[in-house]
């Protein structure tokens, strides 16, 4: 908060103080483009995953970013192994659990609404199509729409992922038409560095946060591949939240491998507590989100 009662970005009131003091660490721990073949030590069996998420909660996370894969560890969105995922990680976790809406290139519209249906506390929604390496990540509007009016419906709390600078501009015209989320918070997450959309640079985080709309109260961001780390810090520096796990980077260095998605949670509570920022626990997580209590 720069004034009391005023958000650090824009001049419009915000509902309730920001705990601008704290820092969401969110694992993205699997995704849907890596291979167990390329990477054994990607959790995507549920008892692996489960184990993960204990541990990252332990490093300091505060949130879980989820896609499920089927027995070949392929990606899947089926609804019974979403629903199972759900309700393993609120019995052993305080997280804030968020299944992926954007699954893989892959996956039909149809079934990617479904998602919902596991009744998550949140889920990703992403603001538009983006070119996706050598795939096409769609997101055509009218889809857009449904996904958020379903949210609204459910009492699942969206996280805005923006892969360009236009998907900004589409979230205002989203809120605008169809007012705020559940829960009344609006989180949203830059994805930065995907072949195809904006890069993972402070110049481009700093654009994209200025043109946020008046009515996000917390963002993160996420830097792929090599940009991990300058996105890490340039959101430190802006007062934003981070993303991070293996989903995103396989590698802590150059030539070294990520053996556990809590290396990257520590790293990522590191760098913030050198920003004077101390980890949001599930609880906290949840208050900044507008998320439900566990049900
Ligand atoms: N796997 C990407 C195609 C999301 O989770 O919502 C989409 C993605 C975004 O990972
Ligand atoms: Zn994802």
Request: glycine share 8%; with cysteine; net charge negative.
């Amino acid at each position: 908060m720069s004034r009391a009662g005023r958000s650090l970005w824009h001049d419009e009131p915000v509902r309730e103080p920001l705990p601008v003091h704290g820092l969401l660490v969110t694992v993205a721990p699997t995704g849907a483009e890596t291979t167990k073949a390329d990477c054994p030590q990607l959790p995507t069996t549920l008892a692996e995953l489960a184990r993960t998420a204990q541990e990252c909660e332990a490093a300091g996370a505060g949130m879980i970013h989820v896609h499920v894969r089927d027995d070949d560890h392929q990606p899947t969105l089926d609804l019974a192994r979403l629903r199972d995922t759900v309700l393993a990680l609120h019995e052993s976790t305080e997280l804030v659990v968020q299944l992926s809406t954007g699954g893989s290139v892959h996956d039909p519209l149809e079934q990617r609404l479904r998602v919902l249906d596991a009744a998550p506390d949140s889920c990703s929604l992403t603001m538009g199509t983006t070119n996706f390496g050598d795939d096409v990540f769609s997101n055509p509007w009218p889809f857009v729409r449904e996904l958020y009016q379903l949210t609204q419906e459910r009492e699942v709390v969206p996280e805005f992922e923006l892969f360009d600078l236009g998907q900004v501009t589409a979230l205002a015209r989203l809120l605008d038409l169809h007012g705020l989320p559940y829960g009344d918070r609006v989180h949203v997450d830059f994805v930065m560095g995907v072949p195809g959309g904006m890069p993972g640079t402070t110049a481009a985080l700093v654009a994209g946060v200025a043109a946020l709309p008046p009515q996000v109260t917390s963002w993160s961001a996420t830097g792929v591949g090599r940009s991990t780390i300058p996105v890490m810090l340039a959101s430190l520096s802006q007062g934003g939240h981070l993303r991070v796990g293996m989903e995103d980077v396989l590698t802590l260095s150059r030539g070294v491998p990520v053996e556990a998605n809590a290396q990257l949670v520590a790293r990522a509570v590191q760098a913030g507590r050198l920003a004077q920022r101390e980890p949001l626990s599930g609880a906290q997580a949840r208050a900044l989100l507008g998320v439900r209590s566990v049900r």
